[in-house]
């Protein structure tokens, strides 16, 4: 089975800061995603990365995909009160067609 | 465009009750679908997916069980809730093959069920 650990479980910052999230697994990923979810509603897609060493950038936030397709991280530069919400890595299988979710990153930024 | 819809929004449910969450898209044809719970302010638990009309694979034993009578109709039952039947069911689909390397999960909005 593979599992996704995301790390920190929660981050409370103030406006301005930057932070990095992280995931990471022992197992190998066809591509890893990153979701960003607001209370109550379905989590919507930020980034897909695919090929390992992969270095996406979207605004404010960096997205990095290991080389050996392990582990991503999402950094996120000058915080702002907009960016609060679940932030959650996602780790597509062999055939891609399945994706396991790491437990999920809380952030806050307080202004 | 393709849309994804789930009901009811909320549930709450007496336990050893029977429990039914359709979910449908539409837009597309021959979907991957995907039924997933989530605890409060955690991260997703995969329980069933489908690839097509009538195959169902489950990734947890559990009191839960999926049916995809429909090519877009995916739905998810129960005979008798258990308290530890609570949580945030989401509905996602995907498209073809591939679905997570070359597209993405598009969620419904999901299902607040409490068990009591």
């Known amino acids: 089975t593979q599992l996704l650990e995301q790390s920190p479980q929660f981050l409370s910052i103030q406006e301005g800061e930057n932070l990095t999230v992280y995931c990471n697994s022992s197992?190998?990923?066809?591509?890893l995603q990153w979701y960003r979810q607001e209370p109550g509603e379905g989590p919507v897609l930020l980034v897909t990365v695919v090929t390992g060493g992969e270095v996406k950038k979207l605004k404010r936030l960096t997205f990095q995909f290991g080389d050996a397709r392990k582990d991503s991280s999402l950094h996120i530069t000058a915080a702002q009160p907009g960016d609060t919400g679940l932030y959650l890595c996602a780790g597509a299988g062999e055939y891609g067609n399945k994706l396991v979710f790491g437990a999920g990153t809380i952030l806050r930024v307080k202004s | 465009s393709q849309t994804i819809h789930q009901w009811p929004a909320t549930l709450v449910q007496p336990v050893g009750s029977p429990l039914s969450l359709e979910c449908t898209v539409e837009g597309t044809s021959n979907p991957n679908l995907y039924w997933y719970r989530q605890a409060a302010g955690r991260g997703l638990q995969l329980l069933f997916y489908s690839v097509g009309i009538g195959q169902i694979s489950s990734e947890v034993p559990q009191n839960l069980s999926a049916s995809r009578p429909q090519d877009r109709q995916f739905i998810l039952s129960s005979k008798k809730l258990l308290l530890s039947d609570s949580g945030f069911y989401l509905c996602?689909?995907?498209?073809?093959?591939?679905?997570?390397?070359?597209?993405?999960?598009?969620f419904g909005q999901g299902t607040r069920l409490t068990v009591v």
């Open positions: 996602a689909w995907g498209r073809g093959a591939r679905a997570f390397i070359d597209t993405e999960a598009f």
């Open positions: 197992s190998v990923f066809s591509s």
